[in-house]
């Protein structure tokens, strides 16, 4: 039975990914004809957009210790799908900030130099912009093993992203301060998967395997699980 409701939910996940991801940018349009946006549009869009973005950041950044916690591989589909959706939120986010400023080449990069919150926002954008172009399976056959590693550059634009937000907000930190708390839960559930994977264990994985030097001629290890 759970076989079965597994291998449906696996082929749901990733329209239910898009559609979820899509909600806050259907909001903005249906404000958008309703009047919704308040006083200020461009404020407000590059507001939404940005808190979608890390939103968006940190669900992507769960679905691996879900998996892991729970054995619902079924979740796997969506990470990619939950990372594109968090980066058409950055370019969004991204858009409206240069419509605000009027397309000043000169300002913006005035900003970027002295502005930290600026500087951090626009780091976590480039490093965004390569996992996005490489999401795609013909990408992931090409660079192989270089590909995994490419990608965990995600941690490192996920916690720019929560400083821009902490450095950007000047009174209320609640907000910033809940999402610094859930990226540094998701990098403490991380800790055991990267402890897993140290040189040591696998070379000590490797010693232990039949044939390996370490073994004796005629004597066989006895067999452990995990």
């Not at 404000?31 to 808190?51: M, N, Q, S, W």
């Not at 907000?175 to 070379?203: D, K, N, Q, T, Y």
Request: hydrophobic share 50%; aromatic share 10%.
């Amino acid at each position: 039975m759970a076989s079965a409701w597994q291998a449906k939910a696996a082929r749901w996940i990733r329209p239910a990914a898009w559609l979820g991801g899509l909600v806050p940018l259907i909001l903005l349009v249906a404000g958008a004809f309703t009047g919704g946006l308040g006083a200020d549009p461009i404020e407000y869009v590059t507001l939404r957009t940005g808190f979608a973005a890390l939103l968006l950041l940190m669900c992507t950044l769960a679905v691996s210790p879900l998996r892991r916690l729970t054995g619902w591989n079924w979740l796997a589909p969506a990470r990619r799908t939950l990372g594109l959706c968090a980066f058409l939120y950055v370019c969004l986010h991204l858009s409206t900030y240069l419509v605000d400023q009027g397309f000043a080449w000169t300002y913006i990069v005035e900003d970027v130099v002295e502005r930290p919150y600026v500087t951090v926002g626009f780091t976590a954008f480039l490093l965004l912009v390569p996992l996005a172009v490489t999401s795609t399976k013909g990408w992931i056959r090409r660079m192989g093993k270089r590909w995994q590693k490419l990608h965990r550059m995600v941690y490192l634009a996920a916690g720019l992203g929560v400083l821009h937000f902490i450095w950007l907000v000047k009174s209320d930190l609640r907000e910033p301060l809940i999402f610094a708390a859930v990226f540094a839960l998701l990098m403490a559930l991380r800790i055991p998967a990267l402890a897993g994977r140290r040189p040591g264990r696998a070379a000590a994985a490797r010693r232990g395997a039949p044939g390996s030097r370490d073994e004796r001629p005629g004597e066989t290890r006895p067999a452990t699980t995990a």
